[in-house]
């Protein structure tokens, strides 16, 4: 990082040792622009709308697959979504002591400087990110296309089209206006609950009939082991993945120091109740063997329940697929933001539309390269690729939070979690990152670490250096793309 970098980052430190806060130009009018509070629930919606997606119409398979029964299933569905919740905890603190957006790049940059906090934008903008949100628009585009399809698996190259669609709505809504994006997801969140209600009740009311003889003997056939427990958190966690959002969008969000943790506190427990209650509706009406054979659980459970209405469940899994992947692309795209304002990436993606207020270059970069990741792509292999870059960069985030608690200690912290909590979701991250690779190892996993380490050529000749050539071929880029989508650097909006 230039030394124009590090001096800016020492401004923004008050002198008295209070918390870093953002106070440059550009935040002001992201936050003119946005209204996320947590009155107007934008903040659980965001939480809730972005958690509940794909996730759990999809990994009950693969949980009841690694642990065998029903009981030990139940159970890592309650562990995972206590676990997100201490990693949101120990989030929260990071978001209230350090109030910029990004997520873990600017924590990592506090801590460990901006050779981590690279490696991290590095890896989330060309991996993580556009692959999660490639998941879940596929995930989408199957459900979407299966009534058209009956007895029959969709065409590939339908999925992926109608996948590619989705992401490009996705993206100009978001680039469009922040309101307009925040509206669309709490409209999304209320659709996607109706579906988890309806899913929910109608397991109450087969428990209530006498519908229990799935979970007799629960814990019998279970197959416990460090190596199963591991992959069934995996599995469990992806469909929780998103716990962290709100820390994406600190500065867009109103009194962060109240509406951070409470949005938390209310949000993830949320989801993990419905999450574990779903569990259970499905096993209602199907044994552990046929939820693994059921191609779609959410709609074999429709099919027995709700027969004929059972085409609500493919259509609102489609509203609950879209709602995710709207709040990954709002948030996302803040990431590429702050990544490009600290001069880590190419500076036209920290530029904000003069009509919008909104960063729409970093939106449109992020959709652009998930469409990329959806062309040769798979859910499976992509769910690998995803799961285990970013547990890397979970537990070195809040491994950060116990750095900085001895190195830091001026630092004003309106959050204080105790520190038994990161240290235990810092062990645990540690686990989930082995446990794949011993386990199952694959090359993909050494791909994915060569690809990481890759960052540091990146950031050693971009970002240290500053070579002059990449410059001078940047920068007529950047003026035709500052003219064709009329942005401008953000501390020239407020002119």
């Avoid at 919740?85 to 989030?91: D, K, N, P, S």
């Avoid at 499905?282 to 004929?308: I, K, N």
């Avoid at 292999?381 to 537990?395: D, E, K, P, R």
């Avoid at 500053?466 to 880029?477: E, L």
Wanted: with cysteine; hydrophobic share 50%; charged share 10%.
């Amino acid at each position: 990082m230039g030394e124009e970098t590090l001096r800016r980052r020492e401004s923004n430190r008050k002198e008295d040792g209070q918390s870093i806060q953002s106070h440059e130009p550009q935040t002001m009018n992201l936050q003119k622009q946005a209204s996320l509070s947590l009155f107007s629930l934008h903040g659980i919606c965001m939480i809730v709308g972005t958690i509940i997606g794909s996730g759990i119409f999809v990994s009950p398979k693969s949980v009841l697959a690694n642990v065998g029964a029903v009981g030990p299933c139940l159970t890592i569905w309650a562990a995972c979504g206590i676990l997100a919740t201490l990693g949101a905890l120990c989030f929260a603190e990071l978001g209230t002591m350090i109030t910029k957006s990004g997520g873990e790049y600017p924590y990592l940059m506090e801590a460990f400087g901006p050779i981590p906090a690279f490696l991290f934008s590095w890896t989330s903008l060309l991996v993580t990110k556009p692959s999660s949100f490639a998941i879940i628009c596929l995930s989408f585009a199957e459900y979407a296309s299966a009534p058209f399809y009956p007895g029959c698996d969709p065409p590939q190259a339908v999925i992926k089209c109608l996948a590619a669609a989705a992401i490009v709505v996705i993206t100009i809504v978001n680039s469009l206006s922040v309101k307009l994006g925040s509206y669309l997801q709490n409209f999304l969140t209320a659709a996607k609950m109706i579906i988890v209600t309806i899913i929910i009740v109608s397991g109450i009311v087969l428990l209530a009939q006498g519908k229990t003889e799935n979970f007799k003997d629960s814990f019998k056939d279970s197959k416990i082991s460090a190596s199963s427990i591991s992959l069934a958190f995996y599995n469990g966690l992806w469909a929780y993945d998103g716990w962290n959002q709100l820390n994406y969008i600190t500065e867009e969000l109103k009194n962060p120091y109240r509406n951070l943790p409470l949005s938390i506190i209310i949000g993830i427990p949320l989801v993990t109740v419905c999450y574990v209650l779903i569990n259970i509706s499905y096993f209602t009406v199907m044994t552990s063997t046929e939820l693994l054979q059921s191609q779609a659980v959410a709609v074999t459970f429709g099919d027995r329940v709700l027969y004929p209405a059972s085409w609500i469940v493919p259509l609102f899994v489609a509203f609950s697929t879209i709602g995710s992947a709207n709040g990954t692309c709002f948030t996302a795209g803040r990431l590429v933001y702050v990544a490009g304002r600290e001069g880590h990436m190419l500076k036209v993606l920290s530029y904000i539309s003069v009509k919008r207020l909104t960063p729409a270059p970093a939106i449109i970069f992020y959709g652009a390269i998930a469409i990329i990741y959806i062309i040769p792509g798979d859910i499976n292999t992509l769910i690998n690729y995803f799961s285990f870059a970013v547990w890397i960069f979970y537990g070195l985030t809040i491994f950060a939070l116990i750095v900085m608690r001895f190195t830091r200690k001026e630092l004003r912290r309106p959050i204080r979690v105790p520190i038994i909590i990161p240290v235990i979701v810092t062990l645990v991250s540690i686990l989930l990152v082995l446990a794949p690779i011993i386990s199952a190892p694959e090359l993909a996993y050494l791909y994915c670490v060569l690809f990481i380490l890759s960052g540091l050529i990146v950031y050693v000749l971009f970002v240290h250096y500053k070579f002059n050539w990449p410059q001078k071929i940047s920068k007529p880029i950047t003026m035709h793309l500052q003219m064709l989508m009329e942005v401008v650097p953000a501390e020239e909006a407020t002119e």
